[in-house]
């Protein structure tokens, strides 16, 4: 199982997920998006509407359609109705459930930079888990660990 925690510097959260989104698609797989407030989901939706022109991000709110056939689920709660494998924390919330996953990505800003640290201390010894951490350096992401 991975998790990789991407630190939010420069852009928000439904400006990075695209690109994430669709190199997950790219493989074949689904993703299930994660985020409490109603607001965000909204904006991440958003964003992967406009990401790149001459792609379309196939997503919906979960229980707004047949969330089984979704390639992405947006939802509140950590819970693969679209069969997912691969899930993004979108709100700096760690949730356990995700070690049931194959692969998470954990999005922290400054504003939940503490629990990403707490998360990522109690993940580094944690058997079968790989955490690795990416930072934001103008356009690109770098991995630090």
């Excluded at 964003?47 to 047949?66: C, I, T, Y």
Aim: proline content about 3%; glycine content about 6%; some cysteine.
């Amino acid at each position: 199982m991975q998790v990789d925690f991407y630190q939010l510097s420069r852009d928000p959260v439904d400006k990075v997920l695209p690109a994430i989104a669709a190199k997950v698609l790219a493989t074949g797989e689904r993703l299930l998006v994660v985020a409490a407030e109603a607001e965000r989901r909204e904006a991440i939706s958003q964003g992967l509407w406009r990401a790149d022109p001459a792609s379309f991000l196939a997503h919906a709110e979960a229980d707004e359609s047949n969330d089984a056939l979704q390639p992405i689920l947006l939802s509140e709660i950590c819970e693969p109705t679209n069969q997912a494998r691969f899930v993004a924390l979108a709100d700096g919330t760690w949730r356990e459930e995700v070690l049931g996953f194959d692969r998470a990505f954990y999005f922290f800003d400054h504003l939940t930079i503490d629990g990403a640290r707490q998360s990522w201390r109690a993940l580094r010894g944690r058997e079968g888990v790989e955490a690795r951490f990416f930072r934001q350096e103008g356009g690109k992401w770098l991995q630090d660990a």
